[in-house]
């Protein structure tokens, strides 16, 4: 007996150990990363970088450009992939009564989060650019992307709608509430920081999107409207990085703009906790 138990404290010494050196080596290899992305590239972030448009006239480099067409992209996708996502979740979860048509559909869901990114870049320039006849342009971008983050925002929306007690259904329409009603006024606010928690988390996903874009949103650096620059082909920040690192050797300003996108997956990540524990400490009080 004690030859045994000698055995399972050096079984649990060893895997306590191998978890501590799995853990520190994926902080380790995270903080690296940072730290090494963020020395090279926030020298190169100036003022002139930032808010100049590129002029291949005078050999002046900005992205101006770049930063609205991302942020162009992200409001056209946000707006249609988050009624969506949600709205599905809600029928799927709440109104759906074939069990085994939920199943297919949820089947269906991971196995499009699962697709790599350049596959839907590829249906998205034969369908939407080529088919729908709109071109290369920062719709056709959004309307992928939305694709891409639709089974993101539908099983995050639907894993918080799952986690409102049953009890909480049953005392509204015990107190006469109609089916709508308690979802509106029980079930939704009583889920609402995993909502807009996924809805977060599928922002920092368009916005650190290339491989899709690069088929369907185009490369062009032109300083547009927000109307006139969804019609048109404009290049994301991540487009533009690898056109300036790949195509024309601009490292610098190539590690400046993954900078910039690492601090605002950093930023979106930390607002998406903050939501998280505002509405839960909402729903504890």
Not at 16 to 28: D, F, G, I, P, R
Not at 140 to 160: C, D, F, W
Not at 172 to 189: D, E, N, Q, S
Request: net charge positive; glycine share 10%.
């Amino acid at each position: 007996m004690e030859q045994i138990g000698m055995r399972r404290k050096i079984y649990i010494f060893v895997m306590k150990a191998l978890m501590m050196v799995s853990a520190a080596l994926t902080c380790a290899l995270v903080g690296f990363l940072m730290i090494y992305v963020l020395w090279k590239g926030l020298p190169n972030v100036t003022v002139r970088l930032l808010f100049t448009k590129p002029s291949y006239l005078s050999g002046q480099i900005g992205i101006l450009p770049d930063i609205l067409n991302t942020l162009y992209i992200m409001i056209a996708a946000l707006v249609i992939v988050i009624p969506l996502g949600a709205g599905a979740a809600v029928y799927l979860t709440e109104y759906a009564g074939n069990k085994k048509l939920v199943a297919v559909i949820e089947y269906a869901a991971e196995t499009l989060s699962g697709i790599p990114s350049i596959i839907y870049g590829l249906v998205g320039m034969l369908f939407f650019c080529q088919f729908l006849n709109m071109q290369t342009s920062l719709l056709a971008g959004a309307l992928t992307l939305v694709i891409m983050n639709l089974p993101t925002v539908m099983r995050t929306t639907q894993e918080s709608l799952k986690t409102v007690p049953q009890s909480y259904r049953e005392g509204a329409f015990g107190l006469g509430a109609g089916k709508w009603r308690t979802i509106r006024t029980v079930v939704l606010p009583g889920c609402i920081d995993g909502v807009i928690t996924g809805c977060i988390l599928s922002a920092g996903r368009i916005l650190g999107e290339s491989a899709a874009l690069l088929f369907t949103a185009g490369f062009a650096h032109a300083l547009n409207g927000f109307f006139t620059g969804l019609r048109s082909s404009g290049a994301t920040l991540t487009v533009a990085l690898y056109v300036y690192a790949k195509e024309q050797g601009e490292f610098g300003v190539a590690f400046a703009i993954a900078a910039i996108l690492m601090i605002l997956t950093l930023l979106i990540n930390l607002l998406a906790t903050s939501v998280a524990k505002y509405f839960k400490r909402r729903r504890s009080l």
